[in-house]
């Protein structure tokens, strides 16, 4: 079965400081992985996906992951956090077959930027 | 705009009794989802379906069913709340093509 780690519940870091947040995944075929982000009292919305092709992806909000086949890693980046950036944020991994597209979730990583 | 709406937002309920939270969207998307959201565990999937008619559990099944009578909705029944079901609840819908899940805000769900 798929599942996806976070290893970080909790991450700080001041504005204009650089981010990483760190996902490794376990699946037995070529996984789709994507990030979400989710502010408080909302739902998730899609910041990146990777299905196949170039191992780094960029997304939405100058945010970008990069593919790591070897490390079993899809780990997020922004080189400066804006304040905005406050939100928790979900790594999945997508499970295609069936025709159908279910995805599994990690626990999530609390982000808490300082001014 | 197409979206995906999710009602009621808030509800509390006693033990035992019956709760369906309703999920519509309008983006016309075959594949829909119902998963749970609760600290430390991330959103964990209950039930999905891949189109009209169809209905699968996810991994957190258990006291919880869904029917697929159309496109557009997917309501889901906890059959006798348990406190254990307290929690915040999400639908999401995709299309075939590119995996992308659409989030609804969510219904929190209080069984006392």
């Known amino acids: 079965a798929q599942s996806v780690t976070q290893p970080d519940i909790h991450i700080t870091v001041s504005e204009g400081a650089s981010l990483e947040l760190r996902c490794n995944y376990s699946?037995?075929?070529?996984?789709?992985l994507f990030w979400y982000v989710q502010s408080p009292g909302q739902g998730l919305q899609l910041l990146l996906k990777?299905?196949?092709?170039?191992?780094l992806v960029q997304g939405i909000k100058g945010f970008e992951a990069e593919f790591k086949r070897s490390q079993s890693s899809f780990n997020l980046r922004k080189p400066s956090v804006h304040w905005s950036d406050a939100a928790e944020y979900f790594c999945a991994v997508g499970d295609l077959t069936g025709g159908g597209n279910k995805l599994t979730f990690g626990t999530g990583t609390q982000l808490k930027v300082e001014l | 705009d197409a979206e995906i709406t999710q009602s009621p937002r808030h509800k509390i309920t006693e033990t035992g009794r019956q709760v369906t939270l309703a999920c519509h969207q309008t983006?016309?998307?075959?594949?829909m989802f119902w998963y749970r959201q609760d600290l430390g565990h991330g959103l964990r999937l209950i039930h999905y379906s891949y189109g009209v008619q169809d209905t699968n559990k996810g991994e957190v099944s258990d006291g919880y069913s869904v029917s697929r009578s159309n496109t557009e909705d997917l309501p889901l029944t906890l059959e006798s709340a348990a406190s254990s079901q307290t929690s915040v609840y999400f639908c999401a819908s995709s299309d075939d093509s590119t995996g992308e899940l659409f989030f609804g805000e969510g219904s929190r769900l209080t069984v006392l």
């Open positions: 699946y037995g075929a070529t996984p789709y």
């Open positions: 990777y299905f196949s092709g170039d191992t």
């Open positions: 983006w016309n998307h075959n594949n």
